[in-house]
């Protein structure tokens, strides 16, 4: 039970950075307080895992199913029911970098609780028509709207809001539209679609499975690891220095130096990750992104890890402040990368080794690992 509870502190604490200002805490600390309902712990451990849900990169799915879970766990009391309806009204962070819509589920199964259904969630009120919803979802706690085999997107739509992206339980995802059984047929012309380069970098994943960080014996390269007692660099940050946790970002834990000798990478440490789910995308699809957030701000993930290198390279320049034999080596190494053609974990393996970073987590986020082969 300490992974759990750490893990609920964790997310507990990604929230209330995020959510501080805005009311996904009081969703989450309502359910929390119903801890006379269920047995010992259950509405806490359903508050610290409902978390997830309300965070950039989740399926807008999740917390319907989660809202579900909680009246199963802890009843259908008047009380049970407000929380669960509390968070199904809850706004979801969504990635201003990239997206400026909010993304809503469009499973009309779900939720498949009866008292749930008809709840709309608030939204981000720099959204384009966010007066009508925000009105709606307040009025939707109390007077839950007709929802017979609607999803929450078709009620919203049916309500007057349709300035989002409806997303399916398998991640698809397209235009608002206001009737399940035709939904091919009217897209409103209100409605937009989130172009498919959507967000930078979601890490969320609830998963505690770590890896331990794959031989690079099999892989070739031609750069010369010096002792790794060669820490005595003139990097310019503190090892450890700008550690965070975020959910668009992802999980950094600090500034590295590079093993190498000679080999400054100023303010930055280089390193690519490649994880499955990154910026919603399927748990099987897994892609490249640089760890360090300063590197990876405003860009987005990539299936090809050449865009990520290149990308890292770049900021060597541009904000890291680096010499030039780290900008000449992450050079050679972008070189090596294209000519390895891997497109998984062993590929951020050559990276990070080839730059003096051998052994660094490509899972930084602990993304499960069922999707360890790339996508092409
Ligand atoms: C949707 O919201 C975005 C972001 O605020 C805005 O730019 C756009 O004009 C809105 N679209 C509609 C149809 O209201
Ligand atoms: C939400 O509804 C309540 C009554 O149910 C009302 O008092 C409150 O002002 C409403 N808030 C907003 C933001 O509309």
């Known amino acids: 039970m300490y992974t759990q509870t750490v893990l609920v502190s964790f997310l507990a604490a990604i929230a209330e950075a995020r959510f501080g200002q805005e009311q996904g805490n009081g969703a989450i600390a309502a359910i929390g307080a119903l801890s006379d309902l269920g047995s010992s712990g259950q509405a806490a451990t359903l508050s610290g895992g409902s978390i997830q849900f309300l965070l950039a990169a989740a399926n807008p799915c999740g917390k319907l199913t989660q809202a579900d879970q909680i009246v199963a766990e802890l009843g259908t009391s008047d009380r049970a029911i407000a929380a669960a309806r509390g968070l199904v009204a809850a706004e979801q962070n969504f990635n201003p970098f990239v997206v400026s819509i909010p993304s809503i589920c469009s499973d009309p199964t779900l939720p498949t609780t009866a008292a749930l259904r008809g709840v709309v969630p608030l ?75 959507a ?7 609830l998963a505690t499975v770590t890896r331990a960080a794959t031989s690079a ?14 820490s005595s660099s003139s990097s310019t940050a503190a090892v450890g220095a700008g550690a965070i946790t975020n959910a668009v970002t992802g999980n950094f ?28 995308r399927k748990a099987t699809e897994s892609t490249f992104q640089a760890i360090d957030p300063v590197v990876n701000k405003g860009q987005q993930e990539a299936l090809n890890p050449a865009i990520i290198t290149n990308r890292i390279h770049d900021q060597l320049t541009n904000v890291c402040g680096a010499n030039q034999a780290a900008k000449d080596a992450a050079a050679a190494a972008q070189t090596q990368i294209v000519a390895l053609g891997t497109r998984d974990s062993t590929t951020a393996d ?19 690992q069922t999707g360890l082969v790339g996508h092409t």
């Open 217 to 230: 014996a099999s892989v070739a390269t031609a750069s010369v690891i010096a002792s790794s007692a060669s």
């Open 350 to 368: 050559a990276w990070n080794t080839a730059l003096g970073f051998t052994g660094t987590n490509t899972n930084p986020d602990n993304a499960p």
């Open 123 to 197: 939204i981000d009120p720099a959204v384009g028509g966010e007066a009508t919803e925000n009105t709606n979802s307040n009025t939707s706690i109390a007077t839950p709207f007709t929802a017979d085999g609607l999803s929450v997107a078709q009620v919203m739509v049916a309500q007057g809001f349709s300035n989002f992206t409806a997303v399916a339980v398998d991640g698809t995802k397209a235009a608002a539209v206001a009737s399940g059984a035709s939904a091919v047929a009217s897209v409103p012309s209100s409605a937009s679609v989130a172009a498919s380069s």
């Open 253 to 280: 834990a600090g500034f590295q130096a590079s093993t190498i000798a000679g080999l400054d990478f100023g303010t930055c440490t280089p390193t690519m990750k490649f994880e499955a789910g990154l910026n919603g």
């Open 199 to 205: 967000i930078v970098c979601g890490a969320t994943t």
